[in-house]
């Protein structure tokens, strides 16, 4: 299991692991041990710190043996017992991987899928949170952007026909692409024509969510155990003396496909 696997990461940054389960403690010891799960799994058998925290899965009819699972999530809680940040999906198929919270709340590197690419502009670093999903996976990609000396690119929202930055993912059956996230811009003031304009510089990261579709959906697109995630990155570079002709980067990540527990 991923948390398992990422258990140390999140230690070393002060953070106990325990999960908390529906389940009977005989289920649970027994899941535990088939999975060589050795952090702490706790029983809710009815159910009442899940409603506690309302997280309540709403979405399975009370007939249904499932009924009385929360929905699926993570909370990071400090030594004071205050909930510092929370990771939940209505849907309970779909889930944050745990490699995808370190690295959007601990702006962990995504050290899987790394490829980059170099212009005379800037590099570009294109990696992701995961190198294995699963059906209903949410990872994290994240493109790392070091702008050569001098150099500027346009901020999202530049007015006046400049090109701002575009990081373009098409949607798909198998998975969705979420809006990506970008840092704070500064602005810049063009003594030549009297304009200021939001501008990143030097180096910057953007980072976008991807969630991935269920079994069915994944299917059509997996081949030999794999999928992958292809998108562009549009960008126009200035300097202090002129601007260049933009230029759009191919963009692409490949994972290792693994199905659920059934």
């Given at each position: 299991?991923?948390?398992?696997?990422?258990?140390?990461?999140?230690?070393?940054?002060?953070?106990?692991?325990?999960?908390?389960?529906?389940?009977?403690?005989?289920?649970?010891?027994?899941?535990?041990?088939?999975?060589?799960?050795?952090?702490?799994?706790?029983?809710?058998?009815?159910?009442?710190?899940?409603?506690?925290?309302?997280?309540?899965?709403?979405?399975?009819?009370?007939?249904?043996?499932?009924?009385?699972?929360?929905?699926?999530?993570?909370?990071?809680?400090?030594?004071?017992?205050?909930?510092?940040?929370?990771?939940?999906?209505?849907?309970?198929?779909?889930?944050?991987?745990?490699?995808?919270?370190?690295?959007?709340?601990?702006?962990?590197?995504?050290?899987?899928?790394?490829?980059?690419?170099?212009?005379?502009?800037?590099?570009?670093?294109?990696?992701?949170?995961?190198?294995?999903?699963?059906?209903?996976?949410?990872?994290?990609?994240?493109?790392?952007?070091?702008?050569?000396?001098?150099?500027?690119?346009?901020?999202?929202?530049?007015?006046?026909?400049?090109?701002?930055?575009?990081?373009?993912i098409?949607?798909?059956?198998?998975?969705?692409?979420?809006?990506?996230?970008?840092?704070?811009?500064?602005?810049?003031?063009?003594?030549?024509?009297?304009?200021?304009?939001?501008?990143?510089?030097?180096?910057?990261?953007?980072?976008?969510?991807?969630?991935?579709?269920?079994?069915?959906?994944?299917?059509?697109?997996?081949?030999?155990?794999r999928?992958?995630?292809?998108?562009?990155?549009?960008?126009?570079?200035?300097?202090?003396?002129?601007?260049?002709?933009?230029?759009t980067?191919?963009?692409?990540?490949?994972?290792?496909?693994?199905?659920?527990?059934?």
């Amino acid at each position: 299991m991923e948390l398992e696997q990422r258990r140390s990461d999140f230690e070393k940054r002060g953070l106990r692991v325990a999960a908390l389960m529906y389940d009977p403690v005989e289920t649970i010891r027994a899941f535990a041990e088939r999975k060589g799960i050795t952090y702490p799994l706790l029983s809710d058998p009815e159910s009442e710190v899940i409603r506690a925290f309302g997280i309540l899965n709403t979405n399975i009819p009370r007939k249904s043996k499932a009924y009385g699972i929360p929905f699926p999530g993570t909370y990071i809680i400090d030594e004071n017992g205050v909930v510092r940040a929370k990771f939940f999906e209505e849907d309970h198929r779909e889930r944050y991987t745990a490699s995808s919270i370190l690295v959007r709340y601990f702006r962990d590197d995504a050290g899987r899928a790394v490829k980059t690419v170099e212009t005379k502009h800037l590099k570009l670093t294109a990696s992701a949170s995961d190198a294995v999903v699963h059906p209903g996976s949410r990872i994290t990609l994240v493109l790392k952007v070091e702008l050569k000396p001098k150099m500027h690119v346009y901020a999202p929202g530049v007015a006046g026909g400049y090109i701002p930055v575009a990081w373009e993912i098409p949607q798909t059956g198998a998975w969705v692409a979420l809006a990506a996230g970008y840092p704070e811009s500064r602005t810049l003031h063009l003594e030549a024509i009297d304009e200021t304009l939001p501008v990143f510089e030097g180096t910057f990261r953007l980072t976008r969510d991807v969630v991935f579709g269920q079994r069915t959906e994944l299917a059509p697109v997996v081949r030999d155990g794999r999928i992958t995630v292809k998108g562009s990155f549009r960008y126009q570079a200035c300097d202090d003396k002129m601007c260049y002709p933009p230029q759009t980067l191919p963009l692409e990540w490949s994972f290792a496909v693994e199905d659920l527990e059934k």
